[in-house]
């Protein structure tokens, strides 16, 4: 059973929500602090900010009312705190508005390139919020605590970028419960989760300048094979695994305390190789990509079935056509006559199997004269370039002489196929390029096929009349 938490037309449920959530993290948050002031995490800021661009209609003065009330109530009944409260929160809530207003008009729905897009704003977000907080914050806290401002800035901002880097990933990614986890168990999967845990180890034993850098490659690893909600976990507790071993001196990157005798010249050394590796796993797995969407746009310009051009490779093919307004443009338009009967009396195979032998047959005719394509179903187009009236006649007729001069085998039985063909001939009129002339003349040459069909089938049309064909000879 799942709770809602918010719901947009419910002020009060949501205010209490907002309040209490604040009110608990906060409370996380200060007891967070106890082994180092400001050396771990502030969580709450991040975790209001990807509640708020998850239900877009918090975002309003009135939440952040909330949020602010709840940050004060926290500080002054459990830390003591009473006009220090007031000044400081104010840099909690700005870190919230910034990122919420950097996020929640910009984000875009769910696709292949909104989710990277979607992931490269969330850096901006986090910079430009964590400069906000930092700036308020090591104000406030120098004109109260007396501290150095640049001290404070950099701790304040450290604390804010780090942890809003980590936990807003796995905020605004799928929920958790749509991971299939039983996939997870495969050992592809499982191998790269290992290999964090073995780096985060090697790093520790090591120490020096370059040990945190050990579990890139392993994370770049589970980036390319796991999917982005466990990679986006993965990221947050492998951050803060390493916060807290700083802290806590388990991982020394002084190196001075390490426990193996490394010097720092050889962990700035093995840092260094672990960061050139990262761009090349990422190199290599983005070169994957390319050659796989280079397949898939070659599947989607061919027609799986005959292996002719698709529509979408017709228009493709003829974005490489030199393109003139005085050249002149043909369509073949052509249809199977009586196909469903082809397909009610001797099945989808069979319709199948002279779908691919018409277009044997038409791109044995049309050869390297023009471009064939399915143009979908039982229709055939065929585009040919500075052609005259009688060339594209004589075309046509070929290629429908070509059904009818050599019967289909079809389960042991020979049948005739006929087809019925319509025909287009122009050039440009307004248009700049071969897509918008074709268009039209696949238009034109449509209605022509109608007129073959409704006249008795198994013709072309508009017939060229002899003295027609006499002249254009001429």
């Given amino acids: 059973m799942r709770v809602k938490l918010f719901a947009e037309n419910n002020f009060k449920k949501n205010a209490l929500s907002l309040f209490l959530i604040t009110l608990f993290f906060c409370f996380i948050g200060s007891h967070l602090r106890v082994p180092q002031e400001l050396s771990l995490f502030w969580p709450v800021n991040a975790l209001i900010a990807g509640l708020m661009v998850r239900h877009p209609y918090l975002h309003r003065i009135s939440s952040y009312v909330v949020c602010f009330v709840a940050m004060v109530f926290n500080d002054t009944v459990f830390s003591g705190w009473a006009l220090p409260a007031v000044t400081l929160n104010v840099a909690n809530i700005l870190f919230i508005l910034v990122a919420v207003s950097m996020l929640i008009k910009h984000l875009l729905p769910p696709s292949a390139n909104s989710q990277v897009i979607n992931a490269m704003r969330i850096f901006p977000a986090c910079l430009l919020a964590a400069l906000a907080c930092a700036t308020w914050g090591a104000w406030a806290q120098e004109v109260d605590f007396n501290a150095r401002f640049i001290t404070a800035w950099g701790d304040w901002f450290s604390e804010q970028f780090s942890t809003s880097l980590m936990l807003l990933p796995v905020l605004l990614a799928r929920p958790l419960r749509t991971v299939p986890w039983r996939s997870l168990l495969h050992p592809g999967k499982l191998l790269p989760l290992t290999g964090v845990v073995l780096s985060l180890t090697i790093g520790a034993m090591i120490g020096g300048a370059g040990s945190l850098t050990f579990p890139v490659p392993a994370l770049i690893w589970c980036a390319i094979v796991l999917p982005i909600p466990i990679t986006s976990l993965v990221l947050l507790l492998t951050g803060i695994t390493e916060i807290i071993l700083v802290s806590h001196g388990v991982m020394n990157i002084?190196?001075?305390?390490?426990?193996?005798?490394?010097?720092h010249l050889t962990s700035v050394r093995l840092g260094v190789a672990t960061i050139t590796i990262s761009p090349?796993?990422?190199?290599?797995?983005?070169?994957?990509?390319?050659q796989l969407n280079q397949r898939l746009s070659l599947?989607?310009?061919f027609?799986?079935?005959?292996?002719?051009?698709?529509?979408?490779?017709?228009?493709e093919n003829l974005r490489q056509e030199p393109f003139s307004p005085q050249r002149a443009a043909g369509v073949v338009m052509?249809?199977?006559d009586y196909f469903k009967t082809i397909n009610d009396n001797f099945g989808h195979d069979a319709g199948d199997g002279v779908l691919e032998e018409i277009a044997r047959r038409i791109q044995d005719v049309v050869n390297n004269r023009g471009l064939v394509c399915r143009f979908g179903g039982e229709e055939f187009v065929v585009v040919v370039f500075d052609y005259n009236h009688s060339q594209l006649y004589q075309l046509a007729e070929a290629i429908r002489q070509s059904m009818v001069r050599e019967k289909f085998w079809l389960q042991g039985n020979t049948v005739t196929v006929t087809a019925s063909l319509g025909l287009a001939l122009g050039n440009a009129v307004n248009e700049r390029e071969w897509h918008g002339v074709v268009n039209r003349l696949i238009s034109a040459a449509d209605k022509n096929l109608y007129l073959s069909k409704r006249n008795g089938r198994n013709q072309t049309s508009p017939a060229v009349e002899p003295r027609a064909l006499v002249n254009d000879v001429a």
């Fill in 299 to 301: 599947r989607a310009n």
């Fill in 254 to 263: 002084q190196g001075d305390d390490a426990l193996l005798p490394i010097s």
């Fill in 303 to 315: 027609d799986f079935l005959t292996q002719l051009l698709s529509r979408s490779g017709l228009y």
């Fill in 280 to 290: 090349l796993l990422v190199a290599v797995s983005m070169d994957a990509i390319r």
């Fill in 334 to 336: 052509l249809d199977v």
